[in-house]
């Protein structure tokens, strides 16, 4: 009777342990190595990113946090690998979002939908592009940009990131807003493409601050503005496209984070809540902003009516310039 009480007792004092730990618990807990995946090749916006943010991720969930470049495709192969990934929040994507917003409107044949097979988790940050040139390019200003495109017409290369992603899509607008026709050159990804204008094979490049800004600074690229309507701290000799009338004004680079859709609703919230409170440190929002980047946290949703919104404007724009993937 005695081992009978006993046991009785000790069942009760399990339960009771149990009911004390928070029922959402299990959900919010990390089991095993995140990964996160970066769709361009090192040393681009997203990358920079994935590597300022992975330590932190990893001190706060308590499990390792590794970056992975999966590049092609303008960056859909890195996320079509996120969308078909487990459903359990330990695939994340860190992305340049206006591939998500551009991509079904450039691709026919599409291997995964960014509205139905990703989960927004937050927007990181907003990153104007650096107008650059290569210093070997006899020109200063946008202006002999313009004209020394206009006398050469399509033979001037322009680097960007890929067929069809945002920088692509952005040049393709300047042309179109100056009169002028560049030779396009797609890399696979930003970092690549500085290289290649580094280097000489590219004239052009327009691509976010945030990678780009430094190149600038040394003396690698040859700056001539940045879109937006501020200048960038670390290369303020730089004017704004707002400044001396450059249309579009408002393009750039814009950073988000998801997962693969499914992924339960407190797993979720935790990355958002992580997310959020890593780009809050000083550390990494100086770093940002330092990299001419600006901080844009915030809940889920934004992210989510951001593709939303921008894909229907994309979708004007490719289709008035005519842009086609071969």
Known sequence: MYCQRLLGTLASLAIFGLALVPADAPAQSFTKPVRIIVPFAPGGTSDILARLIGPKLQDAIGQPVVVENKTGAGGNIGADLV???????????????????????????????????????????????????????????????????????????????????????????????????????????????????VAGESQVILNGATATASFVAQGQLRGLAVSGDKRVDSIKELPSFKEINVTPADVGSWQGLLTTAGTPAPLRERLNSELNRILAMPDVAGRIQNLGGEVKAGPAADLAKWIESNTASFAAIIKEAGIKVQ
Do not use: C
């Open 83 to 197: 969308a078909k990934a487990d459903k359990d929040g330990h695939t994340l994507l860190l992305i340049d979002i206006s591939t998500l917003a551009i991509s079904p409107n450039l691709f026919a044949n599409m291997t995964y939908s960014p509205t139905r097979d990703l989960a927004p988790l937050g927007l990181i940050l907003f990153a104007p592009y650096v107008l650059a040139v290569h210093p070997s390019l006899p020109v200063k200003t946008v202006p002999e940009l313009v004209a020394h495109a206009k006398a050469n017409p399509g033979k001037v290369p322009f680097g960007n990131a890929g067929i069809g992603v945002a920088n692509h899509i952005s040049a393709v607008q300047l042309e179109k807003a100056w009169g002028v026709a560049f030779k396009h050159v797609p890399y696979r990804g930003g970092a690549d493409a500085i290289k290649g204008t």
